[in-house]
């Protein structure tokens, strides 16, 4: 991979050099060599003004593919530049769910000029996919798709898909439909190949065919291709017709924004729909200051706590020294549980049923990594902080406290990690929602209520 992005770096190198020689014959002959998304990546680190013209320079379909692959900052330049049949050409190239991804990141006034150059047909499979609710499986769909009749024989459906399939997202597998466009089974290129010439469909196709609704999540379409490998997978109406598929390049979209997406929710921020370098400053700071505020609030239990136990801390001094310790332990050990059980949700290994099974296994956990813990810890603050700092007010009672407090915190910590997300799944919250500083917090205020009951009741103060 290393040894990939040093060679496109040195071709955007040599390209940007061709560009400021204006050699754009050797320009052209280059890039009709490379792979529309490497070209992708080069043009983005190339000067704008220079964009329009290297564009034009690829030819009909490598253009289309590379326009696809570029920011959407990139592609409104572009369009800007266009004149009505440059955009036609590129939009007349572009598959369905292409043509929806660049309606929906445009701006209204260029999505009225793509709308314009669309032919009909084009436009009308557009404003269908447009109007299924975001994240939805509908709404990530194509319906360009290869659709068979079971009557067909085996070299019929093969004159059919080369007939036809040169538009298509994929032709290696093909769905068969009746004459009311209901999904009956589906069928693979392979078999088709390998079946007699006279092998109707129907005999060779499969008729137990999985399929997803339109109004799906995608994040669970993508879930169900991944366990069962598939490449594509169809999407259907609520009269069980076959209205598209989901292809595995826009599952593969789907799984990166997603992943993005509880990545920031786990660091307590809002997520955003674009890359780091591309939001502005004000936009990032839109998106982590609320959680910044609502943790900072939260904080305040934390002191309450501390403050209601104010006499307790001047009588035995020595327990302030640990509460960071403590509350960091409770904190870690609950944010092991918490991503544990957040990833398991997300890549359905566990659902809100297994809650008691969940809960009995981070309990066993939390008293083996409790107990591991606290042992390491009471040695530690005999020989560390009592003999070799010569803290005198860490007696073995005092000792006794903190390890004990130790043991229960991680325990809580465990318990609270795995609950939350769980419990934000059952309410359809996303469990991400229920990451390490929400989490945290409620740790440190459960760990200072558990030490100084503790300490009240070992050392009766």
Not at 307 to 331: D, K, N, R, V, W
Not at 401 to 411: D, F, Q, Y
Not at 419 to 446: G, N, R
């Amino acid at each position: 991979m290393a040894d990939r992005d040093r060679i496109i770096v040195t071709l955007g190198e040599t390209l940007a050099a061709l560009v400021e020689a204006k050699k754009y014959t050797t320009l052209r002959d280059i890039l009709v060599t490379m792979n529309a998304t490497d070209i992708a990546v080069i043009f983005e680190d190339l000067p704008e003004t220079k964009l329009p013209l290297l564009f034009r320079l690829l030819p009909k379909e490598l253009a289309a593919e590379t326009f696809v692959e570029m920011e959407p900052e990139a592609q409104e330049l572009l369009i800007q530049g266009f004149s009505d049949n440059e955009l036609k050409e590129v939009v007349d190239e572009l598959y369905v769910d292409d043509a929806v991804d660049l309606v929906e990141e445009m701006p209204a006034n260029v999505v009225k000029r793509i709308l314009k150059q669309a032919d009909p047909e084009m436009r009308k499979m557009i404003n269908e996919i447009l109007k299924y609710p975001e994240d939805s499986a509908g709404s990530i769909m194509t319906t360009e798709y290869v659709s068979l009749r079971p009557i067909m024989t085996a070299e019929e459906a093969i004159k059919r898909i080369r007939r036809t399939g040169v538009d298509k997202e994929t032709i290696y597998t093909c769905y068969v439909t009746d004459n009311n466009r209901k999904l009956v089974g589906m069928v693979t290129l392979r078999t088709l190949l390998l079946a007699e010439e006279d092998d109707r469909v129907e005999d060779i196709m499969e008729d137990n065919v999985i399929s997803v609704s339109t109004l799906e999540d995608q994040e669970s379409v993508v879930q169900m291709m991944a366990k069962y490998d598939w490449a594509a997978i169809p999407v259907v109406d609520q009269e069980t017709r076959l209205v598209g598929i989901v292809t595995i390049d826009d599952a593969i979209d789907v799984l990166q924004e997603e992943t993005t997406e509880d990545f920031e929710l786990l660091a307590g921020m809002t997520p955003s729909d674009k890359p780091y370098l591309r939001t502005g400053v004000f936009e990032t700071w839109k998106s982590r200051v609320p959680w910044l505020l609502i943790l900072m609030l939260s904080a305040t239990l934390t002191s309450m706590v501390l403050t209601g136990f104010e006499s307790s801390l001047a009588a035995c001094s020595a327990l302030i020294a640990f509460i960071p310790m403590l509350t960091g332990t409770g904190g870690n050990s609950g944010t092991q549980s918490s991503v544990a059980v957040i990833r398991a949700l997300s890549l359905g290994e566990v659902e809100f049923t297994d809650t008691v099974r969940v809960i009995w296994k981070e309990i066993r956990v939390g008293v083996l990594c409790g107990v591991t813990l606290a042992a390491c810890n009471f040695v530690k603050l005999l020989v560390v902080d009592r003999m070799l700092l010569g803290n005198e007010g860490v007696t073995p009672l005092v000792a006794g406290v903190i390890c004990l407090t130790m043991v229960l915190t991680v325990l809580c910590a465990k318990t609270v990690g795995c609950v939350l997300p769980l419990l934000a799944e059952k309410i359809h919250l996303d469990p991400a929602v229920m990451a390490s500083p929400f989490i945290s917090t409620v740790v440190d205020v459960t760990t200072l209520l558990l030490y100084f009951q503790v300490a009240k009741l070992m050392l009766g103060i």
